[in-house]
């Protein structure tokens, strides 16, 4: 079995940061990636950032330059340092990963955190 935990939500004025990290946990056998998604009251789910094993970050246009992921291998955890926060970026931001369990080693899947709440607002 397979959890990802976020945390690091909260409320944040405009202009203002947030870390979220997330960590995963359970039987692992390996990552293939790792990444964050929010989704906004009546809105779709829509991708923020993601960092494939050994390769680079990608960002939706809305966050470049603002956001920065970062994945710490040894401990199954990601990271989503945003900063310069607008009110547009309210939402629950989810973590996701796709890997493989140990008892699956050759299945690969994507998982998911239940999410954690961003408010931006004065």
């Known amino acids: 079995q397979v959890q990802l935990q976020e945390f690091g939500g909260g409320l944040v004025q405009p202009g203002g940061s947030l870390r979220l990290s997330c960590a995963a946990s359970g039987s692992i056998w390996s990552i293939q990636a790792m990444g964050w998604y929010r989704q906004a009251p009546g809105k779709q789910r829509e991708l923020v950032a993601t960092v494939p094993d050994g390769g680079s970050a990608n960002y939706v ?7 920065t ?54």
Not at 61 to 67: A, I, L, T, W
């Open 61 to 67: 246009d809305s966050v470049k330059g603002r956001v």
């Open 69 to 122: 992921i970062s994945r710490d291998k040894a401990k199954n955890t990601v990271y989503l340092e945003m900063n310069s926060l607008k009110p547009e970026d309210t939402a629950v931001y989810f973590c996701s990963a796709e890997l493989n369990t140990e008892s699956e080693p050759m299945l690969r899947d994507d998982y998911w955190g239940q999410g954690t709440q961003v408010t931006v607002s004065t």
